[in-house]
């Protein structure tokens, strides 16, 4: 019997001790417990910065602060969102649903707004349909085990509705005074990117430092190991959809404060993108793999490249081949990292060790 | 008796392709069996789950009860297998005329052929279906209205192709029946404001980026307000901040979010922008003065009225012209209160109808309405 429960270890656990019997709620195995934060990540940073620099030396307008705010705005939203993708994937699932509920929140946001409830209570109130729709996601994934790519298919279906009947397919305008997230704030940065910056570093720290960040990567890794450590994989699978509802929610809300105006078909692009940035920064869609720096960067690659085959005036049908050889290029760079003749050693020999541990 | 049988073998042939050749000849411009009364039309929405298409269909259901006349309405859901099955509905309930708004053009050919096989007269909307008449904005003319409206106050402030950018921010995915909007406003502009160089509209194609050097830009702004902002913020990039711009948009969201970049970029006076719709945001903005100079207006709402006077022309046994379009103005912040109400956004009166859609008048449908300047 214990034989068969180390066999269901996650790979890179190969002295995790957590079993069932051991009422620890997991925490034995967790403390040993060290997700791998951006493998394969690296490629893509080396691949950021070349690009970076290729851009710098040939794109007339790239390297100036002001083309560096438009980026930041440009990509805040997508990381935000992002963000929420990010944790769904790394417990081994998908949120289609971001491109649903960023538009219902955005015009629930701007539907209050426009009729006059405050900024704070539209803003909780947008959350809280995020909130809630991340909630059911993560009902009908962690506890009915409804396949995630189903489950978040059917809500963004049903968000994506909803946001045009909210809004009556009608461009829905926000009050000016209603949209200071779009303000800037500080160098010239409106305040919504300053906000998911602090967004950025709390779930870098959350996923890195704290129990439940480490029980993400335990149930993407291997959800039946985790449960058997005693992870309770419902609820922390709730928590990560309800989360990456209420992020998906308040990019919704940016983006309407940015705008000062939303539609049903707002961040139409959203879930495609944040799924690509967040593989394109080393997250497995299998589970278990992928950091926030990662995504970062993944976000970052995706707006600099639109921005620089935008000021080089590359025709859009071109830039859609462009950013889907060069994604493909990332990709592949690490890919070739891990089939490297150190790393598949270092991966044989992590698969080797539970064995030679019993 | 030989002479017999083949007398009667013409008299049946004749009697069976007469119906087939009448259905040859029953799409647009083709002269209906005598002068028949419009009682019963079909009509296919593009989807109506959307309020700007559902509240066009409900329009049209009512012009008709207004005026005797019964519009079902069908859903065609955005979906082109959805269209095929509405069309066939449609046919089996043999009504007087089909009307068709495909919500995508992949289903037309079909759609086409099932119309063609029931010989009832047909009227395409917005997206072109053989064999059909067809009822849409006309691009050109709006195109150039706005073009007259900016060129004035281009030259009012002093703006021309020394100081000026035209950024025209096409939709790439619509396809050349909404973009020739963008290449036609370009041609027609630049003809009319000195220090441009003359540019054709065909030689501006969906590829073209950047139009006589610094004079013209051409990016996808998509049809989103989101992708407008991204789009004018980053061409703002690289036209000189001392240089004036003039923003050209096929829809109204993506001139919401070129306005919106161009206020973060601080440059609302040295900006012109044009959209289209005239849509609630739209009207709002320019009651400001802000950058926003126009959008056009094609009386979308009220399409069905001139629907039902194009299939009382066809019933009528009249030879309808390629394109009927409705009355169409480029609003603009100095005409605002003469098409709609002071204040308001509901329309007073719509213009006169362009000269190719006169022919609509003839009818007699519209002075039923009496809402068209001229009827």
Known sequence: MIEKVRTFRPAGTATAAGGPGKDDGGRAGEARFRPRAIPGGSAVVVFFVLVVAAFTVSVDGFATYSNVTVIASSSMVIMVASLGQLLAVISGG?????GGVLPLAAVTFA?????????????????????????????????????????TLASLSITGGMAYAVSHGLTVQVAAEAGRLGDPLWLDLPAFVWLGLVLIVLAHLVLRYTIFGRRIYMIGGNGQAALLAGVRVGLVTVAVYGVSGVLAALAGVMAAS??????????????????????LGGAALTGGRGGVFGAVTGVALLGVLDNALNLQRVPSFYQQIVVGSVLLLAVGAGRLGDLSPTRRIRSVTQRETPREAE | MMRTRTWTTAALATVLLAPAVAACGSGAGAKAPASRELKRVTFAAPNMTTQ???GQARNFAKAGKQIGVDVQVYDNSGDAATAITNANLMVSRKPDLLVEFAPIADATSRISAIFKRSGIPCVAVNVRIDGCGFFNFDQKYLAEAQAQVIAQKMTAKGWNGGNTTILLEQASKLGPSVNIAVTWFYQQLVAKVPGFTKVRSEEITPSTTTIAGREGLQADGGVDIDRGFTATAQALQTIPADRNVVVYTVNDDTAIGALRAVKAARREGKAMIAGYGATQPAIDAMRTRGPWVSSAKGF?????????????????????PDLTAPPMVAVTPDNLDKVYAPGMTNVKRMPPLPEGSRYLLETGVLQRFGNVEGA
Do not use: Y
């Not at chain 1, 947008?126 to 059911?136: E, F, Q, R």
């Not at chain 1, 959203?270 to 690509?276: A, D, E, F, K, Q």
């Open chain 1, 94 to 98: 998908f949120d289609l649903s971001i």
């Open chain 1, 111 to 151: 539907v209050l707004t426009h009729d006059g409830t405050g900024f704070v209570p539209a803003v909780l109130l947008a959350m809280l349909v995020g909130l809630a729709t991340g909630v059911v996601n993560g009902v009908v994934i962690g506890v009915f085990r409804i396949n995630a790519l189903i489950a």
């Open chain 1, 258 to 279: 940015q705008l000062l105006a939303a539609t049903g078909g707002i961040g139409a692009d959203t879930t495609l993108t944040s799924l690509t940035a967040v593989v």
């Open chain 2, 52 to 54: 700007i298409f559902a």
């Open chain 2, 300 to 320: 979308w709402e009220d399409w069905g009225e001139f629907i039902l006077a194009m299939g009382t022309a066809i019933l009528q046994g009249k030879k309808v």
